[in-house]
């Protein structure tokens, strides 16, 4: 069984920094790539930021030059700093996993989610 467990979301105003933590735990061999996604009300889920296994990163063009991704991988565990925030990026952030477990089994993998709210 694998479970990312997200945190660090929550309120925040106009210009304001957040940071969001996920951890990877369970029967993972290997991960290949991380990644944060974000679903605001009635839209669509979108890519905001991944990372691969071996640092290279890809952003969003509306999140680029304001959010920085990192992982440990030591710790199966991948960050998202978030500054100068604004009202659009107000959505429930998802980390995703493509990781491969011990039986050899490869998938993407989901965390719950955690609520980023800007106000103007």
């Known amino acids: 069984q694998v479970q990312l467990v997200e945190s660090g979301g929550g309120l925040v105003q106009a210009g304001g920094s957040l940071r969001l933590s996920c951890a990877t735990s369970?029967?993972?061999?290997?991960?290949?790539?991380m990644g944060w996604y974000r679903q605001a009300p009635g839209k669509q889920r979108e890519l905001v930021a991944l990372?691969?296994?071996?640092?290279?990163?890809n952003y969003a063009d509306s999140v680029k030059g304001r959010f920085t991704i990192s992982r440990d991988n030591a710790k199966n565990t991948v960050y998202l700093q978030m500054n100068s925030l604004k009202p659009e990026d107000t959505a429930v952030y998802y980390c995703?996993?493509?990781?491969?477990?011990?039986?050899?089994?490869?998938?993407?993998?989901w965390g719950q989610g955690t609520q980023v709210t800007v106000s103007s």
């Open positions: 995703n996993a493509d990781l491969s477990r011990w039986s050899g089994v490869r998938g993407n993998y």
């Open positions: 369970g029967s993972v061999f290997s991960i290949y790539a």
């Open positions: 990372i691969t296994n071996g640092g290279s990163t």
